[in-house]
């Protein structure tokens, strides 16, 4: 079963540093993009960027672009949303997803459970 | 960016309807469109893919068309596990975006 699951919640102040992580499993997980998505309290889902972890290409929307960094560890499967200073902002759902691709189309087939980042003072 | 601007952004209906939600890119993007479905505090659910590909498990009752600017999904007889967020999403370059979503209701 393919499954991807994201670490915990998160509290921070404004300023602090952040990594939070996705975890692959029941797959090839350097065969697979990987994408991050926001979901701001209320709001709907907005694209991040991309990773390739077989190697570590990586796109980002221009709305984020120097906002955060995407990476990942594909010895243990894992891919990273971090933020060097975090901003009130912020505040949100962040989920990871699978982009899969069947043919020429291509689509996020499996999401994880999400990680609320909550920054606030 | 391609912009995906959806219609509604909400409907309320009864059980049984056939419901229509409509989709349009701000510029050309072949079949490359998805549909998801949300529920309150769970992530997004695959529904479509390829503009009108039904993913594994998904019940026959969804249904997507359309090519070049114009999508539709259609639910034929809206159940009550239907009541969600649907949203569109555009593959056909980066970075990908997704419309502002509709949210169904029960009426």
């Known amino acids: 079963e393919v499954q991807l699951v994201q670490s915990g919640a998160e509290v921070k102040k404004p300023g602090e540093s952040l990594k939070i992580s996705c975890q692959g499993s029941g797959y090839s997980f350097t065969s697979y993009w990987i994408a991050w998505v926001r979901q701001m309290p209320g709001k709907g889902l907005e694209w991040m960027g991309i990773?390739?972890?077989?190697?570590?290409?990586?796109r980002y929307s221009p709305s984020f672009q120097g906002q955060v960094t995407i990476s990942a560890d594909r010895s243990i499967s894992t891919a990273y949303l971090q933020w060097s200073s975090l901003k009130a902002s912020d505040t949100a759902m962040y989920y990871c997803?699978?982009?899969?691709?069947?043919?020429?189309?291509?689509?996020?087939?499996?999401w994880g459970q999400g990680t609320l980042v909550t920054v606030s003072s | 960016d391609i912009q995906m601007t959806q219609s509604p952004s909400s409907l309320s209906a009864s059980v049984g309807d056939r419901v229509t939600i409509t989709c349009r890119a701000s510029?050309?993007?072949?079949?490359?469109l998805n549909w998801y479905q949300q529920k309150p505090g769970k992530a997004p659910k695959l529904l479509i893919y390829?503009?009108?590909s039904l993913q594994s498990g998904v019940p026959s009752r969804f249904s997507g068309s359309g090519s070049g600017t114009d999508f539709t999904l259609t639910i034929s007889s809206l159940q009550p596990e239907d009541f969600a967020t649907y949203y569109c999403?555009?593959?056909?370059?980066?970075?990908?975006?997704f419309g502002q979503g509709t949210k169904v209701e029960i009426k």
């Open positions: 990773i390739h972890p077989g190697d570590s290409d990586t």
């Open positions: 390829g503009a009108y």
């Open positions: 997803a699978r982009e899969s691709r069947e043919l020429s189309e291509t689509f996020f087939d499996s």
């Open positions: 510029q050309s993007i072949s079949s490359y």
């Open positions: 999403q555009q593959s056909y370059t980066t970075p990908r975006t």
